[in-house]
């Protein structure tokens, strides 16, 4: 389980992330939406370019970049496990059954209060899991 501070930082930066992509013109669906299996960080809809999609967002918080960005964590399993949260939550979901989807990675380091964001669209695709 989580200590308090983690789950505090976690909330900060996913905070930021999400006001960082309704800047970009992303509307928020759900954030921290948990199964058994695997959590959402972040739902967000995405009609600001050519076609629209929904978003699954994975934040990921680092100190520093002493053993890479926030995307080197999210390893082949991570991923096997957001694709499942996220084929759940469409099954839940259905009015977003027929939607273009894709997974984003939204890279956090320093400060939690003031986070230094890189957002990685397209960060990988459910076939390559």
Same mark, same amino acid.
């Given at each position: 389980?989580?200590?308090?501070?983690?789950?505090?930082?976690?909330?900060?930066?996913?905070?930021?992330?999400?006001?960082h992509? &309704?800047?970009?013109?992303?509307?928020?669906?759900?954030?921290?939406?948990?199964?058994?299996?695997?959590?959402?960080?972040?739902?967000? %809809?995405?009609?600001?370019?050519?076609?629209?999609?929904?978003?699954?967002?994975?934040?990921?918080?680092?100190?520093?970049?002493?053993?890479?960005?926030?995307?080197?964590?999210?390893?082949p399993? &991570?991923?096997?496990?957001?694709?499942?949260?996220?084929?759940?939550?469409?099954?839940?979901?259905?009015?977003?059954?027929?939607?273009?989807?894709?997974?984003?990675?939204?890279?956090?380091?320093?400060?939690?209060?003031?986070?230094?964001?890189? %957002?990685?669209?397209?960060?990988?695709?459910?076939?390559?899991?």
């Amino acid at each position: 389980m989580p200590s308090a501070d983690t789950r505090d930082t976690g909330a900060a930066v996913e905070a930021a992330a999400c006001a960082h992509l &309704k800047r970009a013109g992303l509307r928020e669906i759900a954030r921290n939406v948990g199964y058994r299996f695997g959590e959402l960080d972040l739902v967000m %809809w995405d009609a600001t370019g050519r076609s629209e999609a929904l978003v699954f967002v994975e934040v990921r918080h680092r100190h520093d970049d002493a053993f890479g960005g926030g995307a080197v964590s999210v390893t082949p399993a &991570k991923r096997r496990r957001l694709v499942r949260a996220a084929q759940a939550f469409l099954q839940s979901h259905p009015r977003y059954a027929d939607a273009s989807c894709r997974f984003d990675v939204v890279e956090a380091s320093g400060d939690a209060g003031a986070p230094r964001l890189n %957002w990685l669209r397209d960060a990988f695709r459910a076939d390559d899991c």
